[in-house]
């Protein structure tokens, strides 16, 4: 049977909006000395704007259709493109056939054909030369771009902008001081707004992993696991198998994504990042109690 100081920890922990699947989560956190987050919707808010946009042909044509793909992408950067065009009163063009890209964007059709949504990466797929001086002060920006594009021909693009949760800062000083040795970020987002982000949150560069396709996540996380206990925290669809590869998997709840929450060990129901290090703290202590 659970030890009633492990039932007791794990109810405490559920207060404060950490919710622990099992009392082996607990155990492992206690030894965990190595945090790998992912950036967009865990250390950032994921309520990104749009900050600039800039169409080959007509705006409101331009708009009406990438809000058309990104209608059926649950990533932050698309709920981001669906309140700037419903604020702007655009219509989604209907699409077919869509089909999300991890890390790279979207992929769908209008009765004209098919179209893509998305990074760098994704234009490079469809074999549209996308890093082009028409865009040049988007690939300069320390912003996420997303560039729509029908076949081999760029549309145009948008920049996306996120901000760091207001307690990001404050929760990993507190890991810090908790004992963490290592703190790292992975992000599929490219590496000058990753840098960016990381800078203005503390992080070395060397430990900023940006242009990461899930599969990366994963191996990175394996990596680490080499030299001592890791937890990954994370919330998107493209995070789901890092965190399962990591020692504890902690999925962010409450705007997460239902896949992360699915593979990981522990949900953090509140966006408050402090409590990932009073959790923490609270397992070393429980571990103290039961040995
Ligand atoms: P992170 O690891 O920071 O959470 P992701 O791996 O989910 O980021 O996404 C990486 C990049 O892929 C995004 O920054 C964006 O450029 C692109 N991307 C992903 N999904 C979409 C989408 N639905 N529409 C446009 N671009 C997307
Ligand atoms: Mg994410």
Redesign the pocket.
């Known amino acids: 049977s659970v030890p009633a100081a492990i039932l007791s920890a794990l109810a405490s922990a559920a207060r404060g909006g950490v919710l622990f699947k099992g009392g082996a989560a607990l155990e492992t956190l206690a030894e965990v000395d190595t945090f790998a987050f992912?950036?967009?919707?865990t250390l950032t808010t994921g309520k990104a704007e749009v900050t600039r946009i800039v169409a080959r042909d007509d705006d409101a044509a331009f708009l009406a259709l990438l809000a058309g793909l990104?209608a059926q992408?649950e990533?932050p950067?698309?709920e981001a493109i669906r309140r700037h065009t419903q604020a702007r009163g655009v219509v989604p063009t209907t699409m077919r056939d869509v089909q999300?890209i991890?890390?790279?964007?979207?992929v769908g059709a209008d009765t004209e054909g098919t179209l893509w949504?998305?990074?760098l990466r994704m234009a490079a797929r469809m074999g549209a030369p996308a890093d082009t001086p028409e865009f040049s002060r988007f690939a300069e920006s320390a912003q996420?771009?997303?560039y729509l594009g029908r076949g081999s021909q760029v549309l145009g693009a948008v920049s996306v902008a996120d901000r760091p949760r207001e307690t990001s800062a404050a929760g990993l000083a507190a890991l810090k001081a908790e004992g963490v040795t290592t703190i790292v970020m992975m992000?599929?987002?490219r590496r000058a707004v990753g840098l960016r982000m990381g800078a203005a949150l503390g992080f070395a560069p060397a430990d900023i992993h940006a242009d990461?396709l899930p599969q990366d996540k994963v191996r990175l996380v394996g990596e680490l696991t080499g030299r001592g206990r890791v937890a990954f925290v994370g919330d998107?669809v493209?995070d789901a198998a890092a965190l399962a590869r990591a020692d504890v998997g902690i999925a962010m709840g409450a705007a997460g994504s239902e896949v992360a929450l699915q593979a990981a060990d522990i949900a953090l129901l509140s966006d408050d990042m402090q409590r990932l290090a009073a959790a923490r703290r609270l397992a070393r202590r429980t571990r103290r109690i039961i040995r």
């Open positions: 992912d950036k967009t919707g990104e992408s990533h950067v698309a999300s991890p890390s790279e964007g979207i949504a998305g990074n996420t771009v997303v992000t599929g987002d990461l998107g493209n």
